[in-house]
């Protein structure tokens, strides 16, 4: 079956580094993405990974291995405003999302 | 960048009433829009994936006579809840994916922000 798994919540410092982990199981595989969900809102989009290796952009960096099947996301430099849900999603073959359940970010200062 | 709009963004309404959600791609044409529900605290559930001009495809447990979908354009996808009940008071949230150059991938989904249904 097709599967993602992330951890649930996990909490760091203001200023710190924190990664976010992400593994997946699917049939085929069309990329990794990376969204961020604030409570209350809907989810936006932060970063695709095709290729191995790792896409920066500005305090985020994203991570790709497709041997493993596994993907982080790096939050550098965190702000208060970095708490939210981050939810991890593969594109299988048929190019359909499989959404991971998100994990919850605290920051405190 | 891509945008996706949804309208209304809250709804209140008696048991028993229709509310239609509408979704819009304002700079980009959507070939598949996708209808999410999602209840406090728990992830996104896929309700429906449609493509413009055909039949939507219906998550397994998610009633299509309920839930009534229509991909009339490839910018505006509708959602009507049917004869609504307080077990369908949630979130929903639609995505559109498109089909331009633009965007990181062609396959990318960008979320409207989402629309609070509230029956009572």
């Known amino acids: 079956g097709q599967n993602i798994d992330q951890p649930t919540e996990m909490t760091a410092t203001e200023g710190a580094i924190v990664q976010i982990n992400c593994t997946y199981q699917?049939?085929?595989?069309?990329?990794l993405f990376w969204y961020q969900q604030h409570a209350g809102e809907a989810p936006t989009f932060l970063s695709y990974?095709?290729l191995d290796g790792l896409e920066e952009k500005g305090r985020f960096s994203s991570f790709l291995s497709r041997s493993k099947g596994y993907s982080y996301l790096l939050l550098k430099e965190l702000q208060m405003k970095d708490s939210a849900s981050y939810l991890c999603?593969?594109?299988?073959?048929?190019?359909?999302?499989?959404w991971g359940a998100g994990t919850k970010l605290i920051i405190k200062p | 960048g891509a945008v996706v709009s949804q309208h209304p963004s809250w709804v209140i309404c008696k048991s028993g009433t229709s509310v239609k959600i509408e979704c819009r791609s304002l700079?980009?044409?959507?070939?598949?829009m996708f209808w999410y529900r999602q209840f406090p605290k728990q992830s996104l559930m896929l309700m429906a994936t449609?493509?413009?001009?055909?039949?939507?495809?219906?998550e397994q447990g998610v009633e299509k006579d309920k839930f009534l979908i229509n991909h009339a354009s490839l910018t505006l996808s509708t959602l009507t809840v049917t004869s609504a009940h307080p077990e369908d008071s949630s979130f929903y949230i639609c995505?559109?994916?498109?089909?331009?150059?633009?965007?990181?991938?062609?396959?990318?989904?960008?979320f409207g922000p989402g629309t609070r249904l509230l029956v009572l």
């Open positions: 995505s559109a994916r498109g089909s331009l150059t633009f965007m990181p991938t062609q396959e990318t989904q960008y």
């Open positions: 700079d980009f044409q959507a070939t598949t």
């Open positions: 449609s493509n413009e001009g055909s039949k939507a495809t219906y």
């Open positions: 699917t049939s085929g595989f069309n990329g």
């Open positions: 990974n095709v």
């Open positions: 999603a593969a594109m299988d073959s048929n190019y359909q999302l499989i």
